[in-house]
């Protein structure tokens, strides 16, 4: 199967797609809205990853963030978006893996995330189904 000749979705996985993609959607824009102020327990956290206790870096972190859902938001750039979260929590992963934060609780916090993300990406995208087939 072509990408341009995609089978068609049923409506159960198209709205669990929804669901999971709507989650990701929701959890990056509080991401994001708690470090535009930025709040003083964003600033303060920042510190042990080894980031500095700059509110000009968790505005810059939060506005990477936003933009990056409000792609993968949009139908038409969802693909897009998908690939920059996908590195925006790479670095997360990153970060918490080189300060020794346990494994299953944060440093493989951002896995968790983009499972979800491509999974939600996955089910409500034709295209993206036939460019990554696991059936045929």
């Known amino acids: 199967m072509s990408i341009s000749e995609t089978a068609p979705v049923s409506s159960g996985a198209l709205w669990t797609g929804r669901v999971l993609s709507g989650i990701i959607i929701l959890f990056m824009i509080f ?49 897009l978006g998908a690939i920059l979260l996908t590195a925006y929590m790479g670095g997360a992963i ?30 409500r995208d034709p295209k993206v189904r036939a460019l990554i087939p696991f059936s045929r």
Request: hydrophobic share 55%.
């Open 31 to 79: 991401d994001g809205a708690i470090k535009l102020p930025p709040l003083d327990v964003v600033t303060q956290t920042m510190v042990p990853l080894g980031w500095p206790a700059d509110a000009n870096v968790a505005r810059l972190l939060g506005v990477i963030g936003l933009i990056a859902t409000a792609l993968y938001a949009l139908p038409r750039t969802s693909v």
């Open 94 to 123: 990153a970060a918490n893996a080189r300060i020794g934060n346990p494994l299953f609780s944060h440093t493989l916090f951002g896995v968790y995330l983009g499972v979800i993300l491509w999974g939600g990406l996955y089910l």
